[in-house]
Structure formats: structure tokens, C-alpha cells
């Protein structure tokens, strides 16, 4: 007979989002600093400086903080709505 211990359980569902923040964060500065650089491109068209690789890999490392905060709050929630199910 195997007994259910609910603070195990109640560990697994409040799991660090820290790790899961690390683990995106290279992934989230890589999409903005692609996003940043075609947006730079795009900008050639209105007349306007195009944005160098560098930089915007760059500013991404700032850019990412928040956005990478975003993603993880939810990918957090899809998985406990998975986890629920």
C-alpha cells in the first residue's frame, strides 16, 4: 500500500521558475536580436540607418529581461493547465 504524501506533490506543482526562466533566456535574447535586426532591415526602406547584427544582439540582452519574464509566467501556466487535466 502506497501512501500519497501531498507535500511532494504540492513541491512538484510550485517548481523554482527560475530554472525555466534560465532555460529560456538564451532562446528569447536569439528571437529579439533576429526580430531587432530584420526590423533595422525594414527600416532601410523609410530611409533610416539599418541596425547592425552587434547591436542588436546587444540591446536583445536588455530586451530580454521582460520578455523572457513573459514567457516564462506562460509557459508556467500552460503547464500547470496540463498538469491539472
Known amino acids: 500500500m502506497t501512501r ?16 525555466l526562466a534560465l532555460l529560456l533566456y538564451p532562446f528569447v535574447v536569439l528571437a529579439i536580436s533576429i526580430n531587432l535586426f530584420m526590423l533595422g532591415l525594414l527600416a532601410t526602406w523609410l530611409g533610416w540607418p539599418h541596425i547592425p547584427p552587434v547591436p ?8 530580454a ?3 523572457n519574464y ?6 508556467e501556466r500552460l503547464i500547470a493547465r496540463a498538469e491539472s487535466r
Open 70 to 75: 513573459a514567457a516564462t509566467r506562460w509557459i
Open 56 to 63: 542588436a544582439l546587444i540591446a536583445s540582452l536588455f530586451l
Open 65 to 67: 529581461l521582460p520578455t
Open 4 to 19: 500519497s504524501d501531498p507535500t511532494s506533490q504540492d513541491d512538484a506543482r510550485n517548481r523554482p521558475s527560475w530554472r
